[in-house]
């Protein structure tokens, strides 16, 4: 099992079981980078310029999008009082007294030009919802805005293109705890290094969020794939989603206090 996030075991769990008979045969990369602008005033491949101080939380009317935004006022950073989200009327909401204004999707063309000449150092950071990876992402890159992605789901590889042929700065995770990216780089290797080393084993994966997630841990999906080509087959609807609150703290151990 494992448990992550910015706020502690909420945030996500998962559980990964192999099992291996007698006769069996005996990374995850997490983040995803565009091609970004270099700074042709340095060496190649040495420094790149992004200096974006100004932060824009999309959306701060969900639970990540707002743990997100307190976060960046705890830290002392620019919280740019501008969100976005699919809703019919403008909303005013209160971060850490910050006084944030929800637009809907319809107006956000407009509204981002007044953003982006108040903030021209602006850097989005993404927690919204899956439908809407791919039109936000196409969003982000249209204007030339550098962007964090928490958001799983959509089209991941249009995502990762679009970004790529734009040479917008993005970093797009569907986990943002370091430890986890660390096994999922380990992973990564692995799979390429020892391709098929896990012939005839079984591979179930379980995995714990909280009850409005509605797709699969991103998390989940990317050790599968690693675990795929290192000769374990597991496919994406073989994932079983935990959701139910008693069955998360007395199957997955999740403390009471962090469930949803």
Known sequence: RFG????????????????????GAAGGRHTIRGAPRRDNRSPRGKNLACNATSILVNSTSGKMGFATAESVVMAGLDLVPVSFAAIEAKERISVENVPVDVYPIGERDEVIEEVKAKHPDLLVIDFTLPDAVNSNAEFYVRNGIPFVMGTTGGDREKLVRDVSESGNYAVIAANMGKQIVALQAMLQYAAKEFP????????DVVESHQSTK??????????????????MPCEEEDIVKVREAKQQMEQMKVPEEYIN
Not at 196 to 203: C, N, R, V
Not at 220 to 231: C, P, R, Y
Request: net charge positive; aromatic share 6%; charged share 15%.
């Open 4 to 23: 992550g996030g910015m706020s502690g075991p909420s945030m996500g769990a998962m559980r990964v079981r192999g099992t291996g008979a007698r006769s």
């Open 196 to 203: 098929g080393a896990f012939s005839g084993y079984k591979l």
């Open 214 to 231: 509605v797709d699969t841990s991103g998390t989940a999906k990317d050790i599968v794939t690693s675990f795929n080509e290192l000769g």
